[in-house]
């Protein structure tokens, strides 16, 4: 119990939202209040049906399955699916995971800040944080990881080889190939994201690599006793009310022992929500506060671990402006299938796409009961490519719309957006 005391660190009185903010219950006790119908938006979410409308109806041209849920000022003006998404499905949220391994890592600097006197400044390749790392005499396989810091893993700037078959590296915001590496192997996962190959030195520029933020949670599982779902669970999911989640850890008859940092969650979408509007409150759940402040304050900012590009700590962030029609404020982490969750702050605004494949909705891959699917949208194909459409809207280029096109909806910022925007 003295643990879970300290955790519950005391909200500031000089709070601009206070301890009587609106904080949705459980869905079991009621859920998130609603506002649907156009005079409600209107009045009381300061939200234009009209204008969400066209967002839903994009939202659907994007991806075989999905959905789109909105809050603002504390009001649900949008909760709507398609195919075989739904409410209380546990969809495989592919890369959206990264998001929650990086506050995890921010509440656990919190936690255990003696073991971190550097913060994210702190190299992690030490027998100390990562004795798997080492050799039996005592070496690393690459010498270059011993100048990985937790900050560079958690931007994607640890030096690591980008995924896929055409990876790519940024520096100071230059772009160019890397030769594909075999990356994560789900059947021995903890060592082949360490072993994955380097391109550069530590800092020296940044690539889109998965077994980065793993390794994080490497560090996360040594330091606090406690694997990456199970801190989750007790930090977050209990004390916001979460119905059931998991992660994605089966896998073609095989089960993963660990979560995997690099992502595949499975949160429901009003949970998926509620996780949202807790960074949006700046780490606040009612009384509590349970994501540092100092954290979350680099997260939609260009940070001193990566300013290659705009990518902090897990997110996509929109500082340099690259996403015209939204606030620079802006930040979001997406996930392969078209899932993204977007927290808009000067809007006081949280959007959570839902997307995937049919695949990403198999009910085996958390274990979890799932509902009954639609199977209406089973079939359903991508508009074809043609002179006029250059690519699929399923990717970032669609969720970079939908944030767009939300954000226009918002007819009346809400106080707590004005306060912010007049810092």
Request: aromatic share 8%; proline share 7%.
């Amino acid at each position: 119990m003295a643990v879970v005391a300290a955790l519950a660190w005391p909200v500031s009185a000089a709070s601009p939202s206070g301890a009587a903010a609106y904080f949705p219950p459980p869905d079991d006790a009621g859920g998130w209040r609603s506002a649907t119908n156009a005079a409600a938006m209107r009045e009381r979410a300061g939200m234009e049906a009209d204008r969400l409308e066209q967002s839903w109806e994009f939202t659907q041209r994007c991806t075989q399955n999905g959905g789109l849920l909105v809050v603002h000022n504390g009001w649900l003006v949008c909760e709507r699916y398609f195919g075989r998404a739904s409410r209380n499905v546990n969809p495989d949220m592919a890369s959206t995971g990264k998001a929650y391994t990086s506050i995890a890592c921010g509440i656990m600097l919190k936690e255990f800040g003696g073991k971190f006197p550097g913060g994210l400044d702190t190299k992690v390749f030490t027998p100390e944080f990562l004795p798997e790392a080492f050799s039996a005499d005592g070496k690393l396989d690459d010498a270059r990881r011993g100048d990985i810091t937790l900050g560079q893993l958690l931007c994607m700037s640890g030096g690591y080889t980008g995924e896929g078959g055409a990876p790519t590296a940024v520096v100071m915001g230059r772009a160019f190939p890397l030769k594909a590496v075999p990356g994560q192997d789900i059947h021995d996962l903890d060592q082949s994201s360490l072993r994955c190959a380097m391109w550069t030195n530590a800092g020296a520029g940044y690539s889109y690599s998965s077994p980065e933020p793993h390794i994080a949670s490497l560090v996360l599982r040594r330091v606090t006793g406690m694997d990456l779902q199970a801190y989750l669970n007790e930090r977050l999911a209990k004390r916001m009310g979460w119905g059931a989640w998991g992660y994605c850890r089966q896998r073609g008859g095989f089960t993963m022992p660990h979560a995997n940092g690099a992502g595949s969650i499975a949160v429901r979408a009003t949970d998926a929500l509620r996780f949202g509007y807790c960074l949006l409150r700046d780490g606040r759940w009612r009384d509590r506060q349970l994501v540092p402040v100092d954290y979350l304050a680099q997260c939609n900012r260009m940070s001193p671990h990566n300013p290659h590009s705009p990518y902090s700590l897990m997110f996509e962030h929109n500082a340099d402006g690259h996403v015209a029609g939204a606030p620079r404020d802006a930040f979001w982490k997406s996930g392969a299938g078209g899932f993204a969750l977007i927290v808009v702050p000067s809007l006081d605004l949280v959007i959570y796409k839902l997307g995937g494949n049919n695949g990403q909705y198999d009910p085996t891959l958390a274990g979890l009961p799932q509902p009954s699917p639609d199977l209406s949208r089973d079939d359903w194909k991508p508009i074809p490519r043609t002179p006029f459409h250059e690519g699929s809207l399923g990717g970032d280029d669609g969720i970079r719309r939908v944030v767009e096109m939300v954000c226009a909806a918002v007819s009346q910022p809400s106080p707590r957006g004005k306060a912010r925007n007049q810092k």
